[in-house]
Nanobody, 124 residues
Framework: QVQLVESGGGLVQAGGSLRLSCAAS????????MAWFRQAPEKERGFVAG????????YYADSVKGRFTISRDNAKNTVYLQMNSLKPEDTAVYYCAASYTAYASRNSNEYDYWGQGTQVTVSS
């Protein structure tokens, strides 16, 4: 069993930055690929970024490529999402997810565990 707790969300002006963190419980964090998804009001949950279990491979949605960076610290059981040059369309609830596999997937159905979400609001 893995429990995920996100933090770091908040209100920021367009062009600003935020860093999200996701702390995981358990001693097998390094065996899980991790990802961030987001869901805006009245929209489906969508893939934002993913990172392999080892941290060596990362994936990004086209809409955030070049602005967001996913990373992980397996010693701290934590995955991060650094978000720069934020835009109002980035406003959403951001969810951390874990999949017991080596490589991350863009498909939310392949994730075994989810956090409760953290709200990110970008004002124009």
């Amino acid at each position: 069993q893995v429990q995920l707790v996100e933090s770091g969300g908040g209100l920021v002006q367009a062009g600003g930055s935020l860093r999200l963190s996701c702390a995981a419980s358990g001693r097998t964090f390094s065996r899980y690929a991790m990802a961030w998804f987001r869901q805006a009001p009245e929209k489906e949950r969508g893939f934002v970024a993913g990172i392999s279990a080892s941290g060596g491979v990362t994936y990004y949605a086209d809409s955030v490529k070049g602005r967001f960076t996913i990373s992980r610290d397996n010693a701290k059981n934590t995955v991060y999402l650094q978000m720069n040059s934020l835009k109002p369309e980035d406003t959403a609830v951001y969810y951390c997810a874990a999949s017991y596999t080596a490589y991350a997937s863009r498909n939310s159905n392949e994730y075994d565990y989810w956090g409760q979400g953290t709200q990110v609001t970008v004002s124009s």
